[in-house]
């Protein structure tokens, strides 16, 4: 039985997924082809391709490493500090915060970060928000049984495979690792903070720990591919981007929708834009 909590959960799954969607359709058919280059290219990493065949292998192992984390004073700080990392307000907060700065300080590179890092996350998301409902994969905190599987899952008990904090947190930490240079120091720092964050939901009893890996891998292939496939387009001296807020209404509820202009590869007549819309209800 759906509850209106579950409702509430869907209506902002298919939003996220609609707004991926509509995004790589209006966007013409350059950017697209890019992020299937970058998404090739990526695969023909051998870390990659070695990580995701030894996936199912780690399922085996799920009952034994979830018994290796005891709560602790030292575990609940740390680990409960990491878990933020991979909230849902966090690749907002960081892509808002960069684009500001970017815009202040007239930095087409921490831009660039911005743009990525919401993207990324976008990716990450719709793509786990599928894999969760399609999978139905009950948590260690509701069942011994790693492989208990129910789909398709409404219900939050039976979400945990794969982790969203563990991907959005390595697709924020990926998409800025490779859209800023930054040095090798602060790159590691921010892939250990995305570590740290994937193997706190396991300490939690959140996930098994190969929910967790498929997270991280997936984060780090969305922020990998965005990455690569935005940077030429945000690259400077080509058209910045443009964007204005729209008041929309409809369906029962009012807000205000953001207009994204895409800088232009091949524009169809009309321009490429990406409408997303954030209201409550009337």
Known sequence: MLLPSDFRCWRRSSLVLLS???AAVTCGKELPSRLLDAAGQLWQEPTLRISVCVLPALVA??????????????????FGAARLYGERWTPVAVAAGLYLGGWIAGSESL????????????VAVAVVGVLKVG????????????????????????QSFP???AAVAFAVSTALAHSIELPATARGVLYGVAALTALSRVYHHRHWFSDVVAGALIGYTAGYTVAAGWSPALRKGEQSLRWEFVPQCGQGAVGIGVSVQLPSWRMPPTGSIWSCAAGMPN
């Open 163 to 165: 982790s969203g904090h």
């Open 20 to 22: 991926c969607i509509s």
């Open 61 to 78: 192992l799920d009952r034994s490493v979830d018994g290796l984390f005891t709560p602790s004073g030292a575990g609940d700080a740390v």
């Open 135 to 158: 999978l139905g994969r009950g948590r260690p905190s509701v069942t011994q049984e790693s492989l208990l599987l129910r789909p398709p899952a409404w219900d939050d008990a039976y």
């Open 111 to 122: 831009r660039r970060g911005a743009i990525t890092v919401a993207g990324a996350t976008a």
